[in-house]
């Protein structure tokens, strides 16, 4: 009797094994409205607390056809972004207000320039020759993060199963907030008025 015991113990510790496993990192899948309209370029990220920190790629924000492309662009803290003049004609690229401050000068096609983006926050782009370009940079702390496409839609992925609070910015409204269980299947719904 006690050596039965014994195996159906050993048994359930076998089944903990794959209980366990099925805690693997999940993709969060969502969609961003506005006032009931699929909204595009807002940046949504969950709140890592203490994350540990990767080194990141260089990220890539163009200027191409009188445009920043894109014209949001969502980085983690401590990025690289180059700014490679694509286009045609020359450009200029500044950010005098909030967040990272600088100015590239005005430069060449064909030619690339680079800013660090170390602090979290947004940093609004300009471009000196062409008064109509816009852009923006949104850095946050995270690896959690994503920019919602023409239908509204963003893939967060491979996110550790739990429960976050989630923010998302975009360029003409209020930062909105809230929580999610993340696990597989979740979806979370970002609806601004
Ligand atoms: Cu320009």
Partial sequence: MVARIFVVGLALAALAVPLIATEAAVDLSGLVTVSGRAAANAVVWLDAG???????????????????????????????????????????????????????GVYPVGSTRQV??????????????????????????????????????????????????WQAWRATGPVASGSISVRAGAVLEVAWP
């Fill in 50 to 104: 203490a994350a540990s920190v990767a080194r990141t790629p260089n990220a890539v924000l163009r200027q191409r056809s009188l445009k920043f492309a894109p014209q949001v662009l969502a980085v983690r803290a401590g990025t690289v972004v180059d700014f490679p003049n694509d286009d045609r004609v020359f450009h200029n690229v500044f950010s005098f207000r909030d967040g990272k401050r600088f100015d590239l």
């Fill in 116 to 165: 660090t983006f170390t602090n979290t926050g947004v940093s609004r782009l300009f471009c000196n020759i062409h008064p109509n370009m816009a852009g923006y940079v949104v850095v946050v702390d995270t690896p959690w993060f994503a920019t919602s496409d023409a239908e509204g839609r963003f893939h967060i992925v491979d996110v550790e199963p739990g429960t976050y609070t």
